[in-house]
Nanobody
Framework: QVQLVESGGGLVQAGGSLRLSCAVS????????MGWFRQAPGKEREFVAA????????YYADSAKGRFTISRDDAKNTVALQMNSLKPEDTAVYYC????????????????WGQGTQVTVSS
């Protein structure tokens, strides 16, 4: 089993930055892909970014390219999402997710999920 715990959400003004963190535990992760998703009220959960645990390969949604950066810290077993130039439309609950396999944006392909952390961007 894999346990995921997100932190770092909060309230920020438009144009500001936040750094989300996901603490990962439970298994060895060399074959895993870690992803970030978000869900706004009344909308489906959507892909934001993903990273392979064993390499530097990353994958971003168009909405995240150039503003968000996903990274991992092997020593701390954490995955981070640095979010810059935030917009009100980035407001959502952000979820960390994990799967054993290659990079993908497919929500249903991820097997493990955290409880989510709220990000609110004010205009």
């Amino acid at each position: 089993q894999v346990q995921l715990v997100e932190s770092g959400g909060g309230l920020v003004q438009a144009g500001g930055s936040l750094r989300l963190s996901c603490a990962v535990s439970g298994r060895t992760f060399s074959s895993y892909t870690m992803g970030w998703f978000r869900q706004a009220p009344g909308k489906e959960r959507e892909f934001v970014a993903a990273i392979r645990w064993s390499s530097t390969s990353t994958y971003y949604a168009d909405s995240a390219k150039g503003r968000f950066t996903i990274s991992r810290d092997d020593a701390k077993n954490t995955v981070a999402l640095q979010m810059n130039s935030l917009k009100p439309e980035d407001t959502a609950v952000y979820y960390c997710a994990a799967r054993e396999g290659p990079l993908t944006s497919g929500r249903t392909r991820y097997d493990y999920w955290g409880q989510g952390t709220q990000v609110t961007v004010s205009s």
